[in-house]
């Protein structure tokens, strides 16, 4: 019976047993005043003095014991047992003040219905039951002892049957109170989820989002946001400390909301911004949502969906040139194997045969262009693979071409398609190799893998020590066919972060002192579903 009552594990339940313990108390303090007072002998006419001098102390002394012992109390069978004795108490007293006519049989219906409140079930009824008997049973035995009307079985009969009503009632609207509270919390537990989802969402966005009070205060910032515009910090900053440029489109915007605003650029960073504004309210604390597109990347997409239509455009046209360049190459070749050509003769030879063979490289990137398969991930790890890639570059490397290899300490599983991975690092040694060429007669090349701190992602860093890329360069690097070498086709790079990206991986330059660098950050090594 008892694994049928539930425990008060909530603060509404502390609060419940704060308040019988409180009802008790005065119940108690209130007896022993009134027959301190000599009360009792006004109101109670048929009182057994004594017994009810001595009960109304028990009652007062004994709740003070249980307040102070069992004030928290969460144990059913200590909340059972403190039902029960006051039931008990309650029922002597009753029976000491002299039954229906002391009114104290109202306190038992008002303790049942407290004591339903704490405990559930059948257990509650079993309280209800108890204080049934004690009224019947106790009225019975004062019958003997003092007239009785047939009115006072009446009220007997009904203050059992309000006990019994009081338990019923009350464990019913208490179980509709748990349901509506649970349905409460998850509710809240629902809303807390989606604002923490949105709150992930919004930070994790490419497009910058301010939100700007009617002072141009700053609410929010999202973590793009303050990136595009080189801040640590915004909440509650004024914009106009930061980007007047900002503020002067904002204001004409507020002017003629059908203006698009122009562009703005960040002297920190370089970015060239394009924002957008959307009134939240029209209200007295009117607020301004402020989305800010970094050009670059819309450039970006632009540039993809055009290189995709002229991929196919080129692809076409790549094969009808093949033949062609094939037939010169070879004819060329055949040239200079002639013994009767002088050595300008074969230099000019020479150049038809080297500037064929470009023509024929930026013919395969094309036509990889047109023609590139989808990536097919597999989980990598990338330690060995990237041991046994160096061995079989090293063997094929020439005399003047070294590179070394250092890697860290950490969890390199990633997923990358390993076809791809080789494509992308032969054209960045190549790369590499070229430009450490320029300042050195050994070109040198030092490949770097490691977990990255922040992001806890494996980062392969592929470093020279060439002259490095002039800063008015660097913005172009991954456009197609910029070239900074007269051999160059300007497609390697742009290939390379193509491969990246399509494995969910980044490919970025770094600059530095004495060289220049590519860091390839991986994705994690999990399957996505």
């Not at 039951?129 to 019975?140: E, H, R, Y």
């Not at 504004?277 to 989305?291: K, R």
């Not at 071409?401 to 599983?413: K, T, W, Y």
Request: glycine share 6%.
């Amino acid at each position: 019976m008892l694994a049928e009552t539930s425990s008060p594990g909530n603060k509404q339940a502390q609060r419940l047993l704060r308040l019988y313990h409180l009802y008790r108390l005065s119940v108690g303090i209130t007896l022993v005043l009134l027959i301190s007072s000599n009360m009792d002998n006004q109101l109670l006419a048929y009182a057994k003095d004594d017994l009810l001098r001595s009960g109304s102390w028990l009652y007062l002394v004994l709740n003070i014991l249980l307040v102070v012992f069992w004030e928290n109390t969460r144990r059913p069978a200590q909340l059972f047992t403190l039902a029960w004795v006051d039931v008990l108490l309650l029922c002597g007293l009753f029976y000491a003040a002299g039954g229906v006519g002391s009114a104290i049989g109202n306190l038992l219906i008002v303790s049942v219905a407290i004591s339903n409140t704490l405990l559930r079930g059948r257990i509650g009824l079993l309280i209800a039951a108890v204080a049934a008997l004690g009224i019947i049973g106790f009225s019975f035995l004062l019958s003997f002892s003092q007239p009785t009307s047939p009115g006072d079985y009446l009220q007997v009969g009904m203050l059992g049957a309000l006990c019994f009503a009081a338990a019923l009632l009350v464990q019913g609207l208490t179980r509709r109170l748990e349901v509506s509270e649970n349905l409460a919390q998850q509710r809240a537990s629902e809303v807390v989820g989606l604002e923490a989802l949105n709150a992930l969402i919004l930070q994790r966005m490419r497009t910058g989002i301010l939100v700007l009070d009617d002072q141009r205060r700053v609410q929010l910032a999202n973590h793009s946001a303050l990136t595009l515009l080189g801040q640590k910090n915004l909440d509650g900053q004024l914009i106009d400390d930061y980007s007047p440029a900002l503020v002067e489109r904002l204001e004409l915007w507020l002017n003629n909301p059908t203006l698009r605003p122009q562009s703005l650029k960040i002297a920190s960073s370089g970015l060239e911004l394009q924002p957008s504004f959307i009134a939240l309210d029209q209200g007295p604390n009117h607020q301004t949502l402020v989305f800010l597109e970094d050009l670059a990347q819309i450039s970006q997409q632009a540039q993809q969906l055009k290189l995709a239509a002229l991929g196919r455009l080129t692809a076409g046209i790549a094969h009808e040139i093949r033949n062609p360049l094939g037939a010169i190459s070879h004819a060329a070749q055949l040239l200079r194997e002639s013994e009767e050509l002088n050595s300008a003769d074969r230099r000019l030879t020479q150049i038809i045969q080297d500037h064929s063979q470009r023509m024929n490289r930026v013919i395969e990137n094309v036509l990889q262009l047109s023609r590139r398969q989808q990536a097919v991930p597999q989980r990598l790890d990338l330690k060995p693979w990237l041991e046994h890639f160096v061995a079989e570059t090293r063997e094929r490397a020439n005399e003047r071409q070294h590179i070394h290899l250092h890697i860290g300490a950490g969890d390199f599983n990633t997923l990358m398609d390993p076809n791809q991975l080789t494509q992308i690092l032969d054209n960045l040694l190549r790369n590499a190799w070229r430009h450490s060429a320029m300042n050195h007669d050994q070109a040198q090349v030092w490949l770097e893998l490691f977990v990255d701190a922040d992001s806890q992602l494996p980062v392969l860093e592929v470093v020279d020590d060439g002259p490095g890329v002039a800063p008015d360069q660097q913005t172009h690097l991954f456009e197609p066919f910029f070239t900074t070498s007269s051999q160059g086709t300007g497609l390697g790079l742009y290939l390379s972060r193509e491969l990246c990206e399509s494995n969910q991986a980044r490919l970025d330059f770094k600059p530095r002192q004495g060289g220049g660098g590519f860091r390839i950050t991986f994705a994690h090594g999990r399957k996505q579903s």
